[in-house]
């Protein structure tokens, strides 16, 4: 199930962040400049609640989060029409869907959404799988 992000999630998504981050592949960031406590992302989960142009799904199986997508805009004038993503996957659920749902349930929202007109994203060159889905999903 892909849903909305909620700040009981908080916990998980920590937990989910420190595994990837752990495997030093997918992300720039590394495992020594991860700060975040459960309250911060509570917080920050909440404020993307709160924003009209952001928004934060998590996937969800059998009651466990097991990933999760942000969408964040750079909040200038000029280019509030677009956003970038980032998805966050449990090593053992890779494989199963969950970011092809995550990243459809992007598109939908943006879609749907009155301002947004351009999703972004980065990913490492190495990152065959991710590039494929996101070739599969429409990015060039």
């Known amino acids: 199930m892909i849903r909305l992000a909620v700040p009981d ?19 720039v960031s590394t495992i020594d400049e991860f700060h975040q406590t459960v309250e911060g992302q509570r917080e ?17 199986e059998d ?15 000029k280019v509030r029409h677009t956003g970038k993503f ?16 995550l990243v459809q349930g992007l598109i939908d929202w943006a879609r749907a959404h009155p301002v947004i007109e351009k999703i972004l994203l980065f990913t490492f060159a190495s990152n065959t799988r991710a590039i494929a889905l996101y070739k599969q999903l429409g990015f060039v």
């Open 9 to 27: 999630d908080a916990e998980a998504m920590v937990a989910i962040q420190k595994e990837v981050l752990t495997e030093e592949i997918y992300f």
């Open 44 to 60: 920050w989960i909440q404020a993307k609640q709160e924003h009209p142009s952001e928004v934060l799904f998590v996937a969800e």
């Open 86 to 101: 980032g998805v966050m996957i449990k090593q053992e659920a890779r494989g199963q869907g969950y970011g092809k749902q």
């Open 63 to 77: 009651g466990e989060v097991v990933g999760w997508l942000v969408f964040q805009t750079e909040g200038r004038i």
